[in-house]
Protein backbone atom coordinates (compact mmCIF):
# COMPACT_ATOMS: atom_id res chain seq x y z
CA UNK A 1 0.00 0.00 0.00
CA UNK A 2 1.53 3.15 -1.28
CA UNK A 3 0.45 6.86 0.53
CA UNK A 4 2.06 10.22 -0.55
CA UNK A 5 1.61 13.06 1.96
CA UNK A 6 1.93 16.65 1.16
CA UNK A 7 2.86 18.80 4.03
CA UNK A 8 5.59 18.21 6.16
CA UNK A 9 4.01 19.87 9.64
CA UNK A 10 2.83 18.87 12.73
CA UNK A 11 0.16 16.47 11.16
CA UNK A 12 2.20 15.37 8.02
CA UNK A 13 5.44 14.25 9.97
CA UNK A 14 2.58 12.54 12.75
CA UNK A 15 1.12 10.26 10.03
CA UNK A 16 4.65 9.85 8.35
CA UNK A 17 5.95 8.28 11.64
CA UNK A 18 2.36 6.33 12.34
CA UNK A 19 2.70 4.74 8.48
CA UNK A 20 6.36 3.77 9.37
CA UNK A 21 5.56 1.88 12.27
CA UNK A 22 2.95 -0.07 10.22
CA UNK A 23 5.80 -0.87 7.56
CA UNK A 24 3.60 1.06 4.66
CA UNK A 25 4.91 2.56 1.56
CA UNK A 26 4.93 6.03 2.59
CA UNK A 27 6.19 8.96 1.04
CA UNK A 28 7.28 12.65 2.10
CA UNK A 29 6.57 16.15 0.02
CA UNK A 30 7.50 19.36 1.07
CA UNK A 31 8.79 22.78 -0.64
CA UNK A 32 11.15 23.12 3.19
CA UNK A 33 14.24 20.53 3.37
CA UNK A 34 14.48 21.90 6.99
CA UNK A 35 11.36 20.24 7.62
CA UNK A 36 12.03 17.04 6.22
CA UNK A 37 15.42 16.57 7.63
CA UNK A 38 13.34 15.19 10.69
CA UNK A 39 12.22 12.23 9.33
CA UNK A 40 15.79 10.82 8.54
CA UNK A 41 15.45 8.18 11.67
CA UNK A 42 11.94 7.06 10.01
CA UNK A 43 11.66 4.44 6.98
CA UNK A 44 9.79 6.91 5.10
CA UNK A 45 11.09 8.38 1.29
CA UNK A 46 10.84 12.24 1.50
CA UNK A 47 11.35 14.47 -1.35
CA UNK A 48 12.01 18.02 -1.57
CA UNK A 49 9.56 20.12 -3.91
CA UNK A 50 6.18 21.71 -4.41
CA UNK A 51 3.16 19.81 -3.57
CA UNK A 52 1.24 21.28 -6.46
CA UNK A 53 4.02 20.53 -8.97
CA UNK A 54 2.52 18.09 -11.55
CA UNK A 55 5.73 16.84 -12.41
CA UNK A 56 7.10 15.80 -8.61
CA UNK A 57 3.81 14.61 -7.83
CA UNK A 58 4.95 11.77 -10.66
CA UNK A 59 7.91 11.09 -9.25
CA UNK A 60 6.63 10.83 -5.88
CA UNK A 61 4.99 8.04 -7.54
CA UNK A 62 1.13 9.37 -6.88
CA UNK A 63 0.32 8.06 -10.12
CA UNK A 64 -0.18 4.34 -8.18
CA UNK A 65 -0.80 5.66 -4.55
CA UNK A 66 -3.65 4.45 -2.91
CA UNK A 67 -3.70 7.46 -0.85
CA UNK A 68 -2.87 11.43 -1.07
CA UNK A 69 -3.19 13.37 1.81
CA UNK A 70 -2.66 17.40 1.39
CA UNK A 71 -1.72 18.54 4.80
CA UNK A 72 0.77 21.53 4.03
CA UNK A 73 -1.15 24.92 6.21
CA UNK A 74 -2.76 26.05 3.06
CA UNK A 75 -5.95 24.93 2.28
CA UNK A 76 -5.82 26.24 -1.38
CA UNK A 77 -2.33 24.36 -1.51
CA UNK A 78 -4.10 20.76 -0.02
CA UNK A 79 -7.31 21.11 -2.30
CA UNK A 80 -4.95 21.41 -5.46
CA UNK A 81 -2.55 19.04 -4.47
CA UNK A 82 -5.81 16.60 -3.96
CA UNK A 83 -7.31 17.48 -7.25
CA UNK A 84 -3.93 16.92 -9.14
CA UNK A 85 -3.36 13.96 -7.69
CA UNK A 86 -6.58 12.35 -8.38
CA UNK A 87 -6.12 13.11 -11.83
CA UNK A 88 -3.01 11.50 -11.97
CA UNK A 89 -4.20 8.06 -10.67
CA UNK A 90 -4.70 8.08 -6.69
CA UNK A 91 -7.33 5.91 -5.66
CA UNK A 92 -8.68 8.32 -2.83
CA UNK A 93 -7.40 11.75 -1.62
CA UNK A 94 -7.93 13.80 1.79
CA UNK A 95 -7.29 17.35 1.96
CA UNK A 96 -6.76 19.72 5.21
CA UNK A 97 -8.90 22.58 5.45
CA UNK A 98 -9.59 25.53 7.29
CA UNK A 99 -12.92 26.78 6.51
CA UNK A 100 -15.66 25.45 8.47
CA UNK A 101 -18.03 26.14 5.29
CA UNK A 102 -16.34 23.10 3.28
CA UNK A 103 -17.97 20.71 6.02
CA UNK A 104 -21.05 21.40 5.05
CA UNK A 105 -22.57 17.91 3.97
CA UNK A 106 -24.36 20.00 0.83
CA UNK A 107 -20.79 20.51 -0.50
CA UNK A 108 -19.22 16.96 0.02
CA UNK A 109 -20.58 15.78 -3.55
CA UNK A 110 -19.02 19.07 -4.99
CA UNK A 111 -15.80 18.28 -3.48
CA UNK A 112 -16.20 14.26 -4.40
CA UNK A 113 -16.40 15.52 -8.24
CA UNK A 114 -13.61 17.86 -8.36
CA UNK A 115 -11.39 14.74 -6.84
CA UNK A 116 -11.03 15.34 -3.21
CA UNK A 117 -12.66 12.62 -1.67
CA UNK A 118 -12.43 13.66 2.37
CA UNK A 119 -12.16 17.03 4.11
CA UNK A 120 -10.33 17.64 7.33
CA UNK A 121 -10.62 20.29 10.29
CA UNK A 122 -8.28 19.21 13.12
CA UNK A 123 -9.60 22.25 15.42
CA UNK A 124 -13.35 20.74 14.71
CA UNK A 125 -11.94 17.14 15.91
CA UNK A 126 -10.11 18.72 18.65
CA UNK A 127 -14.00 20.74 19.90
CA UNK A 128 -15.47 17.48 19.62
CA UNK A 129 -13.05 15.74 22.05
CA UNK A 130 -12.72 18.92 24.41
CA UNK A 131 -16.70 19.04 24.57
CA UNK A 132 -17.22 15.07 25.78
CA UNK A 133 -14.21 15.76 28.08
CA UNK A 134 -16.28 18.83 29.73
CA UNK A 135 -19.35 16.76 29.89
CA UNK A 136 -17.75 14.48 32.11
CA UNK A 137 -15.85 16.68 34.87
CA UNK A 138 -14.34 13.38 36.32
CA UNK A 139 -12.70 11.93 33.57
CA UNK A 140 -9.57 12.63 31.68
CA UNK A 141 -10.89 11.47 28.41
CA UNK A 142 -14.41 10.16 26.80
CA UNK A 143 -14.92 8.56 23.18
CA UNK A 144 -18.63 7.89 22.62
CA UNK A 145 -19.38 4.68 20.09
CA UNK A 146 -22.31 4.82 18.05
CA UNK A 147 -24.16 7.58 19.70
CA UNK A 148 -23.17 6.41 23.11
CA UNK A 149 -23.97 2.60 22.70
CA UNK A 150 -20.86 2.05 24.31
CA UNK A 151 -18.32 4.42 26.08
CA UNK A 152 -14.61 4.26 26.38
CA UNK A 153 -13.16 6.59 29.84
CA UNK A 154 -10.24 7.13 30.86
CA UNK A 155 -9.68 7.89 34.24
CA UNK A 156 -7.22 8.38 36.82
CA UNK A 157 -7.52 6.73 40.25
CA UNK A 158 -7.13 7.86 43.75
CA UNK A 159 -7.64 6.65 47.04
CA UNK A 160 -11.30 7.70 47.22
CA UNK A 161 -11.38 4.91 44.62
CA UNK A 162 -13.41 1.16 45.92
CA UNK A 163 -11.63 -0.61 43.12
CA UNK A 164 -7.86 -0.39 44.10
CA UNK A 165 -5.53 -3.36 45.07
CA UNK A 166 -7.92 -6.27 43.79
CA UNK A 167 -7.21 -8.22 41.22
CA UNK A 168 -9.68 -7.59 38.04
CA UNK A 169 -10.60 -10.90 37.95
CA UNK A 170 -12.75 -10.17 41.70
CA UNK A 171 -13.91 -7.05 39.75
CA UNK A 172 -15.03 -7.22 36.53
CA UNK A 173 -15.80 -10.33 35.57
CA UNK A 174 -18.11 -11.34 32.70
CA UNK A 175 -21.48 -10.61 34.16
CA UNK A 176 -20.05 -7.04 35.30
CA UNK A 177 -20.97 -3.29 33.52
CA UNK A 178 -17.23 -2.45 32.54
CA UNK A 179 -14.42 -4.01 31.44
CA UNK A 180 -10.69 -2.35 31.74
CA UNK A 181 -8.76 -2.35 28.77
CA UNK A 182 -5.59 -0.50 29.58
CA UNK A 183 -4.11 0.79 32.58
CA UNK A 184 -0.99 3.52 32.38
CA UNK A 185 1.50 3.26 35.32
CA UNK A 186 4.27 5.64 35.45
CA UNK A 187 5.55 5.38 32.20
CA UNK A 188 4.57 1.45 31.34
CA UNK A 189 1.37 0.56 29.70
CA UNK A 190 -0.38 -2.07 30.83
CA UNK A 191 -3.04 -4.38 28.74
CA UNK A 192 -4.40 -6.14 32.05
CA UNK A 193 -5.03 -9.68 33.16
CA UNK A 194 -7.88 -11.37 35.32
CA UNK A 195 -4.74 -11.05 37.97
CA UNK A 196 -3.41 -7.67 37.54
CA UNK A 197 -4.57 -5.00 40.11
CA UNK A 198 -5.38 -1.22 40.02
CA UNK A 199 -3.26 1.09 41.73
CA UNK A 200 -3.44 4.55 42.84
CA UNK A 201 -2.63 7.44 40.61
CA UNK A 202 -3.00 4.97 37.45
CA UNK A 203 -4.58 6.08 34.49
CA UNK A 204 -7.22 3.20 33.80
CA UNK A 205 -9.26 3.23 30.41
CA UNK A 206 -12.85 1.57 31.23
CA UNK A 207 -15.44 0.30 28.49
CA UNK A 208 -18.88 0.49 29.34
CA UNK A 209 -22.17 0.53 28.28
CA UNK A 210 -23.88 4.49 28.81
CA UNK A 211 -26.13 3.64 31.36
CA UNK A 212 -23.52 2.76 34.01
CA UNK A 213 -21.24 5.66 33.49
CA UNK A 214 -22.58 6.36 37.25
CA UNK A 215 -21.97 3.12 38.44
CA UNK A 216 -18.56 3.37 37.05
CA UNK A 217 -18.20 7.05 38.98
CA UNK A 218 -19.23 6.08 41.92
CA UNK A 219 -16.51 3.05 42.31
CA UNK A 220 -13.78 5.23 40.77
CA UNK A 221 -14.66 7.16 43.61
CA UNK A 222 -15.66 10.32 41.87
CA UNK A 223 -18.99 11.16 43.05
CA UNK A 224 -17.93 13.99 44.74
CA UNK A 225 -16.65 15.93 41.69
CA UNK A 226 -18.64 19.09 40.73
CA UNK A 227 -20.40 18.99 37.15
CA UNK A 228 -19.39 21.79 35.10
CA UNK A 229 -21.70 24.30 34.49
CA UNK A 230 -18.82 27.16 33.75
CA UNK A 231 -16.26 27.37 31.19
CA UNK A 232 -13.28 29.74 31.07
CA UNK A 233 -11.67 29.30 27.91
CA UNK A 234 -7.64 30.63 27.54
CA UNK A 235 -7.19 32.04 23.65
CA UNK A 236 -9.35 32.93 21.13
CA UNK A 237 -8.38 30.59 18.25
CA UNK A 238 -10.27 28.48 15.62
CA UNK A 239 -10.41 25.26 18.22
CA UNK A 240 -11.46 27.69 21.13
CA UNK A 241 -14.75 28.75 17.96
CA UNK A 242 -15.08 25.99 17.47
CA UNK A 243 -15.36 24.33 20.86
CA UNK A 244 -17.16 27.71 22.50
CA UNK A 245 -20.34 26.70 19.63
CA UNK A 246 -19.99 22.98 20.32
CA UNK A 247 -20.60 23.13 24.17
CA UNK A 248 -23.75 22.49 25.78
CA UNK A 249 -26.15 25.28 26.18
CA UNK A 250 -26.89 24.59 30.11
CA UNK A 251 -22.85 25.77 30.05
CA UNK A 252 -21.76 28.95 30.67
CA UNK A 253 -18.60 29.93 28.67
CA UNK A 254 -16.15 32.80 28.80
CA UNK A 255 -13.13 33.20 26.44
CA UNK A 256 -10.15 35.67 27.29
CA UNK A 257 -8.26 36.84 24.51
CA UNK A 258 -5.07 39.04 24.62
CA UNK A 259 -5.42 40.64 20.89
CA UNK A 260 -7.95 43.64 20.84
CA UNK A 261 -9.07 42.72 17.03
CA UNK A 262 -9.17 38.82 17.47
CA UNK A 263 -11.44 40.05 20.43
CA UNK A 264 -14.13 42.27 17.95
CA UNK A 265 -13.38 38.95 15.24
CA UNK A 266 -14.55 36.31 18.21
CA UNK A 267 -17.75 38.59 19.03
CA UNK A 268 -18.98 38.25 15.11
CA UNK A 269 -18.39 34.71 15.16
CA UNK A 270 -20.31 34.08 18.53
CA UNK A 271 -22.75 36.46 18.00
CA UNK A 272 -25.43 33.63 17.86
CA UNK A 273 -24.32 32.45 20.93
CA UNK A 274 -24.13 33.36 24.56
CA UNK A 275 -20.23 32.97 25.09
CA UNK A 276 -18.72 36.29 26.63
CA UNK A 277 -15.62 37.42 25.18
CA UNK A 278 -13.21 39.27 27.86
CA UNK A 279 -10.22 40.83 26.24
CA UNK A 280 -7.03 40.14 28.92
CA UNK A 281 -4.47 38.01 29.65
CA UNK A 282 -5.52 34.81 31.12
CA UNK A 283 -2.34 34.36 32.86
CA UNK A 284 -3.55 37.46 34.99
CA UNK A 285 -4.53 36.29 38.53
CA UNK A 286 -6.38 39.20 39.13
CA UNK A 287 -8.64 38.70 36.08
CA UNK A 288 -9.13 35.46 36.43
CA UNK A 289 -10.58 36.29 40.17
CA UNK A 290 -12.21 38.97 38.86
CA UNK A 291 -13.93 36.54 36.11
CA UNK A 292 -14.85 34.06 39.26
CA UNK A 293 -12.05 31.54 39.06
CA UNK A 294 -13.02 30.14 41.92
CA UNK A 295 -16.64 29.75 40.83
CA UNK A 296 -15.58 27.75 37.84
CA UNK A 297 -15.42 23.86 37.17
CA UNK A 298 -13.39 23.70 33.89
CA UNK A 299 -10.82 25.83 32.57
CA UNK A 300 -9.58 25.13 28.88
CA UNK A 301 -5.91 26.45 27.77
CA UNK A 302 -5.98 26.98 24.01
CA UNK A 303 -3.32 29.13 23.23
CA UNK A 304 -0.82 28.29 20.55
CA UNK A 305 1.91 27.94 23.16
CA UNK A 306 2.12 24.42 25.01
CA UNK A 307 4.05 26.06 27.99
CA UNK A 308 1.62 28.56 28.46
CA UNK A 309 -1.48 26.25 28.48
CA UNK A 310 0.55 23.77 31.22
CA UNK A 311 1.18 27.10 33.39
CA UNK A 312 -2.37 27.98 33.14
CA UNK A 313 -3.87 24.75 33.81
CA UNK A 314 -1.91 24.40 36.96
CA UNK A 315 -2.45 28.11 38.31
CA UNK A 316 -6.40 27.12 37.72
CA UNK A 317 -6.04 24.12 39.81
CA UNK A 318 -4.57 25.73 42.68
CA UNK A 319 -7.19 28.26 42.42
CA UNK A 320 -9.62 25.41 43.09
CA UNK A 321 -10.68 24.26 39.14
CA UNK A 322 -11.03 20.78 39.09
CA UNK A 323 -11.91 20.18 35.58
CA UNK A 324 -8.65 21.45 33.21
CA UNK A 325 -7.80 20.86 29.78
CA UNK A 326 -4.59 21.88 27.88
CA UNK A 327 -4.06 22.00 24.27
CA UNK A 328 -0.27 20.60 23.60
CA UNK A 329 0.87 20.54 20.00
CA UNK A 330 4.40 19.43 20.90
CA UNK A 331 4.42 16.36 21.77
CA UNK A 332 7.55 16.40 23.74
CA UNK A 333 5.54 18.14 26.12
CA UNK A 334 2.27 15.72 26.57
CA UNK A 335 4.32 12.83 28.98
CA UNK A 336 5.47 16.22 31.29
CA UNK A 337 2.01 17.67 31.23
CA UNK A 338 0.56 14.54 32.24
CA UNK A 339 2.61 13.66 34.78
CA UNK A 340 2.05 17.05 35.96
CA UNK A 341 -1.14 15.93 36.30
CA UNK A 342 -2.55 18.68 33.96
CA UNK A 343 -6.26 16.37 33.03
CA UNK A 344 -6.83 16.28 29.96
CA UNK A 345 -4.67 16.78 27.24
CA UNK A 346 -5.58 17.40 23.88
CA UNK A 347 -3.37 17.16 20.81
CA UNK A 348 -4.42 17.58 17.57
CA UNK A 349 -2.08 16.40 15.38
CA UNK A 350 -2.66 13.04 16.47
CA UNK A 351 -6.75 13.18 16.39
CA UNK A 352 -6.15 14.30 12.56
CA UNK A 353 -3.67 11.42 12.16
CA UNK A 354 -5.98 9.18 13.17
CA UNK A 355 -8.88 9.77 11.34
CA UNK A 356 -6.44 10.06 8.06
CA UNK A 357 -4.99 6.66 9.06
CA UNK A 358 -8.66 5.08 8.95
CA UNK A 359 -8.78 4.80 5.64
CA UNK A 360 -5.92 2.88 4.86
CA UNK A 361 -7.44 -0.09 6.43
CA UNK A 362 -8.89 -2.81 4.03
CA UNK A 363 -11.41 -4.09 7.06
CA UNK A 364 -14.37 -1.81 7.57
CA UNK A 365 -13.20 0.78 10.24
CA UNK A 366 -15.35 2.97 10.85
CA UNK A 367 -13.42 4.94 13.73
CA UNK A 368 -9.86 5.19 14.61
CA UNK A 369 -8.27 6.71 17.66
CA UNK A 370 -5.02 6.78 18.84
CA UNK A 371 -3.73 7.40 23.06
CA UNK A 372 -0.98 9.29 23.67
CA UNK A 373 -0.57 8.43 26.69
CA UNK A 374 -0.46 4.76 26.57
CA UNK A 375 0.95 4.94 23.01
CA UNK A 376 -2.10 2.55 21.58
CA UNK A 377 -4.63 2.97 19.39
CA UNK A 378 -8.45 2.31 19.58
CA UNK A 379 -10.41 0.90 16.61
CA UNK A 380 -13.83 0.06 15.65
CA UNK A 381 -13.55 -2.90 13.22
CA UNK A 382 -16.76 -4.08 11.45
CA UNK A 383 -17.08 -7.87 11.41
CA UNK A 384 -17.46 -9.24 7.76
CA UNK A 385 -19.28 -12.28 6.80
CA UNK A 386 -16.81 -15.30 7.27
CA UNK A 387 -14.14 -13.64 9.08
CA UNK A 388 -11.70 -15.21 11.35
CA UNK A 389 -13.12 -12.96 14.07
CA UNK A 390 -16.75 -14.87 13.59
CA UNK A 391 -15.60 -18.31 13.44
CA UNK A 392 -14.50 -19.25 17.35
CA UNK A 393 -15.25 -17.29 20.52
CA UNK A 394 -12.96 -14.95 21.62
CA UNK A 395 -10.81 -16.58 23.89
CA UNK A 396 -9.66 -19.09 20.92
CA UNK A 397 -8.91 -16.68 18.23
CA UNK A 398 -5.46 -15.66 18.67
CA UNK A 399 -5.16 -11.85 18.77
CA UNK A 400 -1.53 -10.67 18.23
CA UNK A 401 0.17 -10.02 21.57
CA UNK A 402 -0.99 -6.39 23.07
CA UNK A 403 -4.66 -6.87 21.83
CA UNK A 404 -7.84 -6.99 23.55
CA UNK A 405 -11.75 -6.58 22.50
CA UNK A 406 -13.27 -4.14 24.79
CA UNK A 407 -16.84 -4.29 23.34
CA UNK A 408 -19.28 -4.88 20.26
CA UNK A 409 -22.53 -3.08 19.24
CA UNK A 410 -25.04 -5.48 17.70
CA UNK A 411 -28.18 -3.94 16.02
CA UNK A 412 -27.59 -0.92 17.98
CA UNK A 413 -26.87 -2.09 21.44
CA UNK A 414 -24.04 -1.88 23.11
CA UNK A 415 -22.55 -5.07 25.20
CA UNK A 416 -19.31 -5.48 26.70
CA UNK A 417 -17.17 -9.15 25.64
CA UNK A 418 -15.34 -12.01 27.46
CA UNK A 419 -13.55 -14.56 26.71
CA UNK A 420 -16.32 -16.91 26.07
CA UNK A 421 -18.12 -14.11 23.71
CA UNK A 422 -19.08 -14.86 20.27
CA UNK A 423 -18.84 -11.87 17.17
CA UNK A 424 -21.33 -12.13 14.42
CA UNK A 425 -21.14 -10.77 11.16
CA UNK A 426 -22.08 -7.24 11.51
CA UNK A 427 -20.85 -6.60 14.78
CA UNK A 428 -19.17 -3.27 15.26
CA UNK A 429 -16.14 -4.44 17.46
CA UNK A 430 -14.07 -1.85 19.77
CA UNK A 431 -10.34 -3.46 19.54
CA UNK A 432 -7.79 -1.81 21.83
CA UNK A 433 -4.36 -2.28 19.83
CA UNK A 434 -0.86 -1.24 21.99
CA UNK A 435 2.82 -2.41 20.77
CA UNK A 436 0.90 -4.22 17.67
CA UNK A 437 -0.05 -3.52 13.70
CA UNK A 438 -3.41 -2.46 13.47
CA UNK A 439 -2.61 -4.22 10.11
CA UNK A 440 -1.85 -7.39 11.64
CA UNK A 441 -5.54 -7.10 14.01
CA UNK A 442 -7.57 -5.99 10.67
CA UNK A 443 -6.90 -9.85 8.88
CA UNK A 444 -9.38 -10.84 11.62
CA UNK A 445 -12.24 -8.65 10.25
CA UNK A 446 -11.72 -8.49 6.62
CA UNK A 447 -14.28 -10.56 4.37
CA UNK A 448 -13.16 -13.88 3.05
CA UNK A 449 -9.85 -14.24 4.64
CA UNK A 450 -8.54 -17.53 4.33
CA UNK A 451 -6.68 -18.95 6.84
Given at each position: MKVVIAGAGAVGTHLSKLLSREHLDCVLIDADDERLSG???YDVMTYQASPTSINALKEAGVTNADLFVGVTPEESINMNACILAHALGAKKTVARIDNYENLSPDLQPFFKDLGIDSLIYPEVLAAIDITNGLKLSWVRQRWDVHNGALVLLGIKLRESAEILNQPLRDLCGPDDPYHVVSIKRGGDTIIPSGMDELHVNDLVYIMTTKEYIPYIRKIVGKEHYADVKNVIIMG??????RAALAIPNYMNVKIIEKDIQRCERLN?????????????????LGLLEEEGIRNTQAFVALTGNAETNILACLTAKKLGVRKTVALVENLDYVSMAESLDIGTIINKKTIAASHIFQMLLDADVDNLRSLMLVDAEVAEFTAAEGSKVTRKPVKDLGLPFGTTIGGLVRNGVGMLVNGNSQIQAGDSV???CHETK???VETFFKKNTIW
Open positions: MSDGGKTAVELLEQDETMVIHGDGRDMVFLKN
